[in-house]
């Protein structure tokens, strides 16, 4: 491959004209051949990586300028006669084209093809690649590289942020003409420079490349030797000298050269781009002054996660999309084996492991290494676990950044332990240093593993990799006699997977050995050696769902005999104790308690848990009074099956709901939540709820309503469809509510849509009525409301229920009629139905507008509409209305109109902290 490149800065465009001869390695032969042109991924607002960038809420390629996008203009494509020769792009990927050759090309045979094209260098803050707000450019992924033929089918992968680029190995020389105040960095060999007219020409050469990267700075580089290896970066910690720096990176490459091979070329590129989108998760969040690992520490891991990265890229062949885990285990095993071996007191908290107060905790008592099992339960227990084998693009983005990194290197860790003679660091090393360029697959790591052992070992790579199912394990029904133990190990998950078994005397283990082809349970028996504990997993090598239940006293002690371990906020899980947390509570959720100060006392520690329970005592400031609740709740999640998740439980709150009002609310339920288990990926989800709302009130006058009368109970039958995208959202639920008193059916249907240009525009249906009423006449609060719901299940989070005047009585909850402006008849005791809409007028200004008609009893149907000025701020959670017209007129004329504003505000954290967890799961 041959490339001459000519930058022009001003435009941010580069003129280039290639080469490439095209060796058909396959036993088939080509008829065309598929090019990347990732740059052209950033053209469009409907590309592949837009896309993705929509599936994790980032609106960044949606509305750009034309100045910012990154596209591809093709001037010709020749064969080596110089005639043009066929191309197209593909219809759903437009950064992958197709060439379609004159004649077949055999096996064993090549052709030559010349391209003259032009780059639109895209803006770097996209995916961190591209032109900077410094005129600097950070290329990857720039040039055409031919797509990759393997088993008999072209891998075209487009660009999705995820680093999967992939193309052969080639001999590639480069020649790149720039402004002559630029420097260009490249892991290929610079062979030769030239000055002319003000540019510099650097030609850049390299064999059995697939590195992409070149640097162009106004600022040079820093270039320096370690260990015959030329490091060249432009990473500069202030708060780490020079020197310093140096020398990690010898530490580094010193590590990497002994337990993987010798970098096998002269040059090693890393820069602050790399480390920025590469970085250490977690660390790279705290800001220094608040991090309680040394600066020194942060930087030394985040450049050991790259440069063992480039490492494995340029030693082993692997498909980076399809056989992800692979590599991704070999980095983080390389990753957890460093730590062990530089940094092996170094705890999961840092320095804050000795502070007064948080020491004595489990959590402070963990290893950094301790990180992984830890990070990898939170997404089994959260019913988001996904296969090993499952590819890149599919996963979600913590899983392929963080949890299944994890999982896989714990995996390999698991098959150690079981194969017992052979170690992780020696298989790794051994097909870094294969002399066969042979791709890495599953199956081939399989075959060569098989060559370690003679144990079986199908079960890793025909369950643990190819499906999410957990493993529990528990023992029951021990029973002793002189010669030996018997005893029963339940298996509570579907996994069927070796365990340990360890046979403790005083604290210190006396025997182990491994359990296998567990179905639902099984009985074993083993050697009476005077045990006086057996323990599953006491190692923590197998991934396992729970630890708690591992332990079994052979004495016959029971679970209740462990003693209680009480910790302020949260901790980690104890298997040797039963844990009660109390979390302080200071909260605002209503002007009429005001503030509220408590303490809630649970048993949800830092991960969740099947079985959590509550009870929350709450003394409320403004009301004077003692609030709260109790909750008792038991969750299971259902693995590779589309019924995802089953919730019961009760819960029961008491809290003010006017001045000097209270309400005790109880509701036993039941949830199923269902969503498409073979794609975790997509925001739709579908859940079908039952509950039995108990509600216990104190009377109340209300203007106008003089037979509010409590207690009562209403039985409440939802389901729900719903499709929380970003571009593309939907939600309709069906809603049925019974009690002695009333029947109520309902129905609501809301899609929204954000257009290529980033406008948005909703629509809302609603409609409501009453199956059968013995509600007294006059009574309004179980009708149905236009424009304020009287939330007589209290389920909204209204600041100022019954307030009638004032900031609090503009409070809006957009349900049932979901009117902004306040009509003469604003509530219906037949039926009611209506229609909102709104729709961009520039950026998050919008225009709405409301129609409806109610029914009641005796009354003919009203017609009613209003129509104003929506402020979108946050989308659901906060958000401002002003009426201008409705049936009272022009409202905006009108006497006291800044009461008639309306607001949507949310302010409970687990919601706000939906915004943010929404791009990672």
């Known amino acids: 491959m041959q490339i001459e490149a000519v930058l022009d800065a001003e435009k941010n465009t580069i003129t280039i004209k290639q080469r490439i001869d095209y060796q058909n390695n396959s036993d088939e032969s080509l008829s065309a051949l598929y090019f990347n042109d990732w740059t052209s991924s950033y053209s469009s607002p409907t590309t592949p990586l837009a896309k993705r960038f929509i599936e994790e809420f980032d609106n960044a390629l949606l509305s750009v300028k034309p100045k910012d996008r990154g596209f591809t203009e093709i001037t010709a494509i020749q064969n080596s006669a110089g005639n043009s020769i066929d191309y197209n792009y593909l219809e759903n990927q437009p950064d992958i084209f197709k060439v379609t050759l004159e004649n077949e090309l055999l096996p064993n045979t090549s052709t030559t093809l010349h391209f003259e094209y032009t780059l639109q260098i895209q803006s770097d803050r996209f995916t961190g690649y591209g032109v900077t707000k410094d005129g600097d450019f950070n290329l990857k992924y720039w040039y055409f590289s031919p797509a990759v033929y393997e088993h008999s089918e072209w891998k075209l992968y487009s660009n999705k942020n995820i680093q999967d680029y992939y193309t052969p190995e080639s001999s590639i020389d480069i020649s790149m003409n ?34 992409s990267r070149l640097y162009i700075s106004k600022t040079p580089f820093f270039r320096f030797n370690v260990q015959n290896l030329n490091i060249i970066t432009d990473s500069n910690e202030t708060k780490i000298s020079a020197l310093k720096q140096i020398d990690i990176f010898k530490k580094i490459v010193s590590f990497l050269d002994s337990e993987l091979a010798v970098y096998s070329q002269d040059n090693l590129l890393i820069t602050n781009t790399d480390l920025n989108k590469y970085p250490i998760y977690g660390l790279n969040i705290i800001p220094d002054f608040l991090a309680p690992f040394s600066k020194q520490f942060k930087y030394e891991l985040n450049l ?20 992800y885990w692979l590599q991704a285990g070999f980095e983080n095993f390389m990753l957890m084996k460093y730590v062990e071996q530089f940094y092996t007191d170094e705890s999961l908290i840092g320095k804050l492991s000795n502070v007064w107060g948080i020491k004595s905790y489990n959590l402070a008592k963990l290893k950094f290494n301790d990180q992984y099992p830890l990070t990898y339960l939170h997404m089994v227990r959260t019913g988001r676990d996904q296969a090993l084998n499952t590819p890149k693009d599919e996963l979600l983005k913590f899983n392929a950044n963080l949890s299944s990194k994890y999982k896989a290197a714990l995996g390999l860790l698991y098959l150690e332990d079981i194969i017992e003679d052979s170690k992780v660091e020696e298989w790794i090393k051994e097909l870094v240093n294969t002399p066969t360029q042979e791709l890495l697959t599953t199956a081939r790591f399989k075959t060569y593993l098989k ?51 360890f046979m403790l005397k005083d604290g ?3 025997s182990k050995q491994w359990l296998t082809e567990i179905g639902a349970k099984k009985q074993f028996v083993v050697p009476n050696i005077q045990a006086d504990k057996l323990v599953l997993n006491y190692d923590k090598k197998v991934p396992e769902f729970d630890l708690r239940n591992n332990w079994k006293s052979i004495s016959g002690n029971s679970l209740f005999n462990k003693p209680f371990q009480i910790r302020f906020f949260k901790d980690v899980e104890s298997p040797h104790d039963n844990q009660l947390y109390f979390l302080p509570i200071v909260e605002f959720k209503n002007i009429y308690d005001g503030l509220n100060l408590g303490m809630n006392v649970n048993n949800k520690g830092v991960l969740n848990k099947p079985f959590l329970f509550g009870i929350t005592p709450i003394y409320s400031v403004t009301s004077n009074a003692l609030t709260g609740g109790a909750k008792v709740r038991y969750n299971t999640f259902f693995e590779d099956q589309n019924l995802y998740n089953i919730n019961f439980g009760m819960a029961i709150t008491h809290a003010s709901f006017a001045e000097n009002a ?7 339920y039941v949830n199923f939540n269902f969503r498409d288990a073979s794609n975790l990926r ?26 509010v009368a409590p207690p009562y109970k209403v039985f409440n039958i939802r389901y729900i469809d719903a499709n929380n995208g970003f571009k593309k959202y939907h939600k309709w639920f069906l809603d049925a509510q019974f009690s002695d008193q009333f029947g109520k059916l309902s129905f609501n249907y809301e899609i929204r849509r954000r257009s290529n240009k980033n406008q948005f525009y909703n629509v809302r249906v609603y409609a409501g009525a009453f199956l059968y009423s013995k509600i007294p006449t006059g009574e309004k609060n179980f009708d149905f409301a236009l424009d304020r719901p009287t939330d007589y299940l209290f389920d909204y989070n209204y600041l100022g229920q019954f307030e009638s005047t004032g900031i609090f009585s503009q409070q809006l909850i957009i349900a049932e009629g979901g009117f902004k402006s306040k009509l003469d008849t604003a509530f219906a005791n037949e039926w009611l139905t209506s229609l909102n809409a709104s729709v961009s007028i520039w950026k998050y200004i919008q225009a709405y507008g409301d129609v409806g008609v109610l029914k009641n009893k005796g009354n003919d149907p009203i017609f009613v509409y209003d129509a104003g000025i929506r402020l979108n701020l946050i989308t659901d959670y906060f958000e401002i209305y002003f009426p201008f017209y409705s049936n009272l007129g022009w409202e905006i004329d009108q006497p006291q109109y800044s009461q008639k504003i309306r607001f949507v505000f949310t302010a409970e954290p687990k919601a706000l902290l939906g915004l943010f967890r929404r791009e990672w799961f």
């Open 451 to 501: 060559t370690k052992t003679s144990k079986d070992i199908d079960w890793f790579f025909d369950s643990y990799l190819t499906n999410s199912q957990q493993i529990d394990y528990k023992i029951t029904d021990v029973e002793t006699t002189k010669d030996s133990i018997y005893f029963t190990v339940k298996n509570k998950k579907k996994g069927q997977r070796p365990i340990s078994l």
């Open 178 to 211: 720039v402004p002559e105040f630029y420097d260009v960095a490249s892991e290929l060999n610079l062979r030769s420079t030239q000055t002319k007219e003000q540019k510099n020409t650097f030609n850049f050469t390299g064999e059995k490349r697939t590195d």
């Open 662 to 668: 209270f309400v005790t609310k109880t509701v036993p």
């Open 682 to 707: 997509s925001n739709e989800l579908k859940s079908l709820s039952f509950r039995y709302v108990g509600i216990e009130k104190d009377f109340v006058k209300i203007e106008d309503d003089e037979a």
């Open 304 to 323: 050991l996660k790259n440069l063992t990265r480039l490492y494995l890229k340029r030693h082993l062949k692997i498909n980076p999309r399809e056989s």
């Open 508 to 510: 210190k283990v006396i």
